[in-house]
């Protein structure tokens, strides 16, 4: 008897001592975490957090809407929008169009080769976009690479408008993109089993259809995974579209900026913010399910 | 190009052709900088005309460049110095949680990265006039570090994911302190990944505009806030020696990448 509850005495003692070690525990590791949290708390929460409280309060600190009223009545907002997923949609499609080509062909070459091919992919990965606008200011301007060389063929007789509008902000865009693009794309096309081609090879298929059938749904979801971070990267670009658009460009970012520094408008650059922001947290959240759909359906 | 299907010649040719044709549009724009550089002119034109290092002679004495590109040279350090400790031990505490906490965790480590930059710059803006920070080093650096926190997290998570946290407990358990433990076994297996989140952290605030533009002036103003001025306004014929400059840093981070990386880099 005595031996028994003394077992059960320790076995109590035991545990009491193993949920303070896992109390311990969980404290420490919240404790390691806590400097990032509050960089993060006070660089972008509290922050953010202000814009949404100044997009939805008047000056006299009552709720209002007329912020969001004038975004979507007046001074040429909706046009804002338009154009930025205009530009956004352009460039995800021309990332797509050269991309998914680009990565299947890189994904059959050999180790040394492929290395190669992402140097060329990472170097401008890693070039400021500043130097990449500015790049491509030199190269599509009047007098540029493009039209001086257009020019001594005699191809064309005056000077194209290559720089400072939508096309040029499109190009420069899918510049920046296209190698964020890449990535997913090709560590999915990678964990694709070799032999399912072979398979439908083997089996007759046409190359066409084995690719369109086999090879893409089974790389969809790392192209949509691609094509959703574009998107939602491209609606918030700022300086590209700032420099090559040359002013003819204007997308949500610039007009942000353009209340604030030249008319001190907090309630509209706020709650233009805000739509960003929405729009950003959408299209994450459908990237989420869209990914899910499409897995879910392979299993099936 | 396809497994199992065997490419023709002819159509073997037209894919290297087109490869080799999206490879010059991602490498190629950025060298025009190269020849620009050397311009003696004035204005901007190709090819360059008369050819000399005027440029480099007036970004060398010139005070705006010069302290441009102390002050980014300061901002890059100390956000590095700053974002890979806190970063990698956000990451190494986010590995200990239980899934569900982790996932918290890391959602709100990962925001910075995620909500478009011009939001945060003008938050920071508005937070900042009120603390007097606007100009200041300090702020700038911290609102650095908020955006370089979620590279060095999603690295270094990388980097713990593949760890064995059983060497961390057998060096505890045969006595070693936790000091011990992390200096002999923990960081030297680690010491890939911290160079390149360090390396990423250092580049992503040497190239950062945005956050720059509101709230760095006067003696914090950064090289990226100078050209993007100078880019929008009135191009200075400076940016290009300054965008050779980078483009030969960042070449020689990529030859690093590609000679040390491919453990790191999991690309």
């Known amino acids: 008897m005595a031996i028994a509850a003394e077992a059960a005495g320790r076995d109590l003692y035991n545990r009491a001592g193993l949920a303070r070690d896992a109390r311990l525990d969980l404290f420490l590791s919240m404790a390691f975490t806590l400097p990032g949290l509050a960089v993060v708390a006070i660089c972008v929460v509290i922050p953010c957090g202000w814009l949404f409280y100044l997009s939805a309060f008047g000056p006299d600190g009552n709720p209002t809407w007329d912020n969001y009223r004038r975004v979507f009545t007046g001074g040429g907002y909706l046009r804002v929008f338009l154009t930025t997923f205009q530009v956004s949609l352009a460039t995800v499609a021309a990332c797509v169009i050269t991309g998914v080509p680009f990565a299947t062909f890189i994904n059959k070459l050999r180790q040394e080769q492929a290395r190669l091919f992402l140097a060329a992919i990472l170097l401008p990965f890693w070039t400021s976009l500043l130097v990449r606008a500015y790049a491509w200011l030199v190269l599509l301007g009047r007098n540029g690479v493009v039209n001086t060389f257009l020019l001594s063929l005699g191809v064309t007789s005056d000077p194209l408008p290559l720089g400072y509008n939508q096309f040029a902000t499109i190009l420069g865009m899918t510049h920046i993109m296209l190698p964020v693009f890449l990535l997913p794309v090709l560590g999915a096309m990678r964990e694709i089993d070799r032999t399912y081609m072979q398979a439908a090879a083997g089996f007759g298929a046409g190359r066409a259809f084995a690719y369109r059938t086999v090879f893409l749904p089974l790389a969809l979801p790392g192209i949509t995974a691609g094509a959703i971070l574009v998107f939602v990267m491209s609606l918030g670009f700022y300086v590209t579209p700032a420099i090559l658009g040359g002013g003819n460009v204007q997308v949500i970012s610039m007009r942000i900026a353009r209340s604030l520094t030249n008319f001190s408008n907090w309630g509209a650059a706020s709650a233009l913010g805000v739509l960003l922001l929405v729009a950003t947290g959408l299209l994450f959240a459908v990237s989420y399910g869209l990914r899910h759909m499409i897995l879910s359906r392979q299993r099936r | ?267």
């Open chain 2, 1 to 267: 190009m396809l497994d199992g299907f065997r490419d023709t010649p002819v159509l073997d040719r037209i894919n290297w052709f087109m490869a080799a044709l999206l490879v010059a549009f991602l490498a190629a724009p950025s060298l025009i900088v190269i020849p620009m550089s050397f311009s003696g002119s004035q204005y901007l034109q190709f090819p360059p005309h008369p050819l000399s290092l005027r440029w480099y002679a007036y970004f060398a004495d010139s005070i705006t460049w010069t302290h441009a590109a102390r002050a980014s040279l300061i901002a890059g350090v100390l956000t590095t110095v700053v974002s890979v400790p806190v970063g990698a031990f956000a990451a190494y505490g986010a590995m200990r949680l239980g899934a569900r906490f982790r996932l918290l965790v890391s959602s709100l480590i990962v925001l910075p990265a995620v909500i478009p930059v011009i939001l945060i710059a003008i938050g920071l803006f508005f937070v900042y006039a009120r603390l007097n920070l606007i100009g200041s080093m300090l702020g700038l650096v911290l609102g650095h570090t908020a955006l370089t926190i979620p590279v060095v997290f999603v690295v270094m998570s990388a980097a713990f994911g593949q760890f064995d946290r059983d060497q961390e407990r057998a060096a505890r358990s045969l006595g070693a302190d936790w000091k011990q433990a992390w200096l002999t076994v923990v960081l030297p297996q680690l010491r890939g990944p911290v160079a390149a989140s360090a390396l990423l952290a250092f580049v992503t605030s040497l190239d950062e505009v945005v956050i720059a533009m509101f709230i760095s002036s006067g003696e914090s103003t950064t090289i990226p806030k100078v050209m993007f001025t100078s880019l929008r306004d009135e191009v200075e014929p400076t940016i290009a020696v300054v965008s050779t400059l980078l483009l030969f840093a960042a070449s020689l981070v990529v030859a690093v990448v590609l000679r040390k990386g491919s453990a790191v880099f999991k690309v």
